[in-house]
C-alpha cells in the first residue's frame, strides 16, 4: 500500500474530497491531503484536523502569525511531504493552479510540492472547472506543457480534447491525466468540466502505483 498526497484546489469539486479521501483509505493506502485555502472553502477541514492528515498554507509558516522565526534545522514541510509521498495527485486540480504548474510558480504549499517533486515518482491531475475554462486555449497550453515536463515529448496542438489527453497518458511515463466529464456543473452550465468520478480517479492511482511497481 502507498503514501498517496491528495493536493486539493478551489474547484467547487472539492466537495469530493473527503469521498476521495475515503475510498483511498478504504483500498489501504495512507492519505495525506494538502489544500490550497481556496478548496477549504469547499468541505469542511476540520474533520481531517482532528485526525492529523490535512496540511494547510499555515502549516508552511508555524508560529508566524505570533512573531516565531525559522530555526536552522526546523522541518520544512513541503519538503516533507515530497519525500513522505509515493504519488502526488492533484484533484481537482482547477484552472488556477493547472496554470501554476505549467509554469513554475509555487506560492502555496500544494505549489511547492509540485515544484519539489522528485519527477520519477507517479502524477495524477484531475481537472474540473467550468466548460469554458476548461475548453480555453490556456487549459491545453498548460497541459501539454505539464506533459512535455513529464517527459511526453512535443504533443501537437491541433489534437482534440481527448485525443490531446490519451497522447498525454499513452507518452508520459510518470503522469496521468483523468479527464474531466460532461455533465450539469454547479454553475448551472452543462458540458464537459465537472471532476471525473471519484473511482475513475482511483482507478488512475492504482494505475500509477502498479506501473510504478509501488506495493
Ligand atoms: C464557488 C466557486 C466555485 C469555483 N469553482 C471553480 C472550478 O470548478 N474550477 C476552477 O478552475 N475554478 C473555480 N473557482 C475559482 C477558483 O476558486 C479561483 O481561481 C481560486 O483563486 C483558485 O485558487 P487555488 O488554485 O489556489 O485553489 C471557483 C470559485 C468559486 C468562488
Redesign the pocket.
Known sequence: MANVLLGA?????AVRVPALFDSLTAAGHSVKIVA????T?FFDPTEFRASAVLVLDENEWPGREAGERYHRGDSVLHIELRKWADIFVIA?L????LAKLAVGLCD?CLTCVWRAWDVARPVVLAP???TL?WQHSFTRRHLRSIAADAGAGHIPAHLADDALIQQINDRSPTLRVVAPVSKQL?CGDVGVGALAEVADVVNAIQFMLGRAQVA
Open positions: 484546489t478551489g474547484s467547487v469539486a490550497t485555502t481556496a478548496a472553502y481537482p482547477d484552472a488556477n493552479t502555496n474540473a472547472m467550468n475554462m454547479a
